[in-house]
């Protein structure tokens, strides 16, 4: 089975400091995505990235950078954490590329919950 | 963009009961997938149907492209059943970019 690792289950953090949300999957996988997550809102995909040090926006990305310097590791940084940014941060990743005979199927880690005060 | 809409919002089932959760989607895809989150926030994948019927178990989904919606269905429900169901969808030519819709949340009491 595909495995998607978030570092943390759990952060608290002060305005204004640097977050770093890492998230490691060992299948593998061309596509990597970070959506958050907010009661009555759904999921909204901030970033994903389809190859090493590719990225692409999503719908949020506005507060938010991405890395991907290893096709296994993706990580999210918040610059400079807000209270707005309090949420579930999820990770997910996919085999599917352009051009293959499969599908893009996600498969997400167990999340993170952020807390910024 | 693609406007992904779920319905009903909320569900409270007896155990042994039978549901229907429906999709509706505002354009044309390629990629159409059912999760399940849990009460501890893992979403696992249940269903790719970007069109046609499939069953798993208790589980079923069908989607009508044409039309534009996608249902769920879920028969003799039980507790481990309660969560989060959400359909998220793929746009023809957006590639690997999939959109969730809000989300049902069901709760199946003992």
């Known amino acids: 089975d595909v495995k998607v690792t978030q570092s943390s289950r759990y952060l608290v953090k002060r305005t204004g400091e640097k977050v770093f949300l890492e998230c490691v999957q060992d299948?593998?996988?061309?596509?990597m995505f970070w959506y958050r997550q907010d009661p009555g809102l759904g999921l909204r995909l901030i970033y994903f990235?389809?190859?090493?040090?590719?990225?692409e926006k999503g719908d949020i990305p506005e507060g938010y950078s991405v890395s991907r310097e290893k096709k296994e590791r993706f990580s999210l940084i918040l610059e400079s954490a807000s209270t707005n940014q309090t949420s579930m941060y999820l990770c997910?990743?996919?085999?599917?590329?352009?051009?293959?005979?499969?599908?893009?199927?996600?498969?997400f880690g167990a999340g993170s919950r952020l807390t910024v005060l | 963009g693609i406007q992904v809409e779920q319905s009903p919002p909320d569900l409270i089932l007896q155990e042994g009961a039978n549901s229907t959760l429906r999709c509706n989607f505002s354009?044309?895809?390629?990629?159409l997938q059912w999760f399940h989150q849990n009460p501890w926030g893992q979403l696992i994948n249940l269903f790719y149907?970007?069109?046609g019927t499939k069953q798993n178990g208790r589980l079923s989904a069908t989607t009508v492209a044409t039309e534009r919606y996608s249902l769920l269905y879920i028969s003799s429900s039980q507790t481990t059943d309660s969560g989060v169901y959400f359909c998220?969808?793929?746009?023809?030519?957006?590639?690997?970019?999939?959109?969730f819709g809000q989300g049902t949340e069901l709760s199946v009491k003992p």
């Open positions: 354009d044309s895809v390629n990629n």
């Open positions: 299948m593998d996988h061309e596509n």
């Open positions: 990235s389809y190859d090493v040090k590719m990225k």
């Open positions: 997910a990743s996919s085999l599917w590329f352009q051009g293959s005979s499969g599908a893009n199927v996600l498969t």
């Open positions: 998220a969808v793929e746009r023809r030519n957006q590639g690997g970019k999939l959109i």
């Open positions: 149907i970007p069109s």
